[in-house]
């Protein structure tokens, strides 16, 4: 039952999350571990369910328009080159090494490009959990890793639909770059003229919460619109709170949406990713989930530190930022699954896949808060 399992869900990663804080680590960790204890793979109290794949999808879409609210667009527009550097060290380092190691896994020439692009694929959702806790997101470095994010969204889908088109997929290339240059332009045209109009004619309707229930109208319109042209709906979220953050209902909505996200839906959001884990023939497929968990980890924060630290960043604040870019988390998934469909993946493989996937996002807040670990000591002591 739905409703047992969310109350469940709550008390269990509300006291997780605490625990995690008190031994010096991220919230978000002790969240995801909880879901993996609380999941089938150990006490089988939550087993994934269609609704509750729902209360999580609309978790990280609305984790990620709080994320769009808190970014500082002016330093987002300064930080365009670093986001730029970051998001392609990040893709390229991970899609030469993992096409290399497809190739020593006696993978075909196709199927170990689709391994490195895979490998290439970056979820930012479980990192801005963690620059929030850590007090960072309106950083330089939070604003990069941000705009790096969708750079790295945008390149690798259209280099998924390029690869599709030669592994014989239905796909139009062409179609795919002119429906995602067609959402990216609708967006900044629509943010620009249409939303703080549409906000402040729903917001003098007379009834209750107008201004909240507005915003999250155009944060659920722009999810489904990226998502419909290609683009994760995170990043249709995101930028729908950067255009709602230059406006005077930014402070209002903020305050209002945090708090709607963080008492269900982020919660069920973290848990559920845990819940999903299945361990089942691990022992089998050990040594392989070793080895593409070390290359995933590494290539990531190898690829953005270096483009950190060409964009003109310390070697500390590089690798907190490469660091951050290693979640592959649900875009990773996605693009698994299309493997998978299209005979790119084995079964094995695609199960060997889903396990790296979830070592990348629970190894993810702790790295990032062992780098950051000097700035926040800087802070605390100002």
């Known amino acids: 039952m739905i409703i047992l399992q969310l109350a469940i869900i709550l008390i269990a990663s509300k006291i997780a999350g605490s625990l995690s804080l008190r031994l010096g680590q991220p919230s978000v960790l002790g969240k995801l571990l909880i879901g993996i204890i609380l999941g089938p793979s150990v006490l089988k109290l939550i087993t994934e369910t269609e609704t509750l794949a729902e209360f999580s999808q609309i978790g990280v879409i609305l984790l990620m328009f709080i994320a769009g609210l808190e970014t500082d667009v002016d330093e987002f527009k300064r930080t365009g080159k670093a986001s730029t550097f970051v998001g392609l060290g990040g893709i390229i380092v991970p899609l030469v090494l993992g096409h290399f190691a497809g190739i020593i896994l006696n993978l075909t020439t196709i199927q170990s490009w689709f391994l490195g692009l895979l490998l290439s694929a970056n979820s930012v959702s479980i990192s801005v959990q963690a620059l929030k806790e850590m007090n960072q997101i309106k950083t330089r470095e939070g604003t990069t890793i941000l705009g790096a994010a969708v750079i790295d969204d945008v390149v690798v889908i259209i280099a998924l639909a390029f690869l599709m088109s030669f592994a014989g997929g239905n796909v139009n290339l062409t179609t795919v770059i002119l429906k995602k240059v067609l959402f990216f332009a609708t967006a900044i045209l629509v943010g620009w003229k249409v939303v703080p109009w549409f906000l402040k004619k729903f917001s003098s309707l007379k009834v209750t919460e107008t201004v909240i229930s507005s915003a999250l109208i155009i944060c659920f319109v722009y999810a489904y619109l990226a998502e ?130 979830l070592v990348t996002t629970i190894i993810t807040p702790p790295m990032m808060k062992w780098f950051f670990k000097s700035k926040i000591q800087a802070r605390d002591l100002a």
């Open 228 to 357: 419909y042209t290609g683009v994760a709906a995170i990043i249709g979220a995101y930028i729908a709170g950067l255009v709602i953050s230059v406006t005077n209902f930014k402070n209002e909505v903020f305050e209002k949406i945090e708090t709607i996200s963080y008492s269900i839906f982020v919660p069920v959001f973290f848990t559920s990713i845990g819940v999903t884990a299945q361990f089942s023939g691990l022992t089998q497929n050990l040594g392989l989930i070793v080895l593409l968990s070390i290359i995933a980890i590494l290539t990531k924060l190898i690829g953005a530190s270096i483009g950190a630290k060409l964009a003109g960043f310390n070697w500390n604040s590089s690798l907190g930022i490469g660091s951050a870019m290693v979640s592959r988390g649900e875009v990773a998934l996605i693009i698994a699954t299309i493997g998978l469909e299209s005979k790119l993946l084995t079964q094995d493989m695609f199960a060997v896949i889903v396990i790296v996937i």
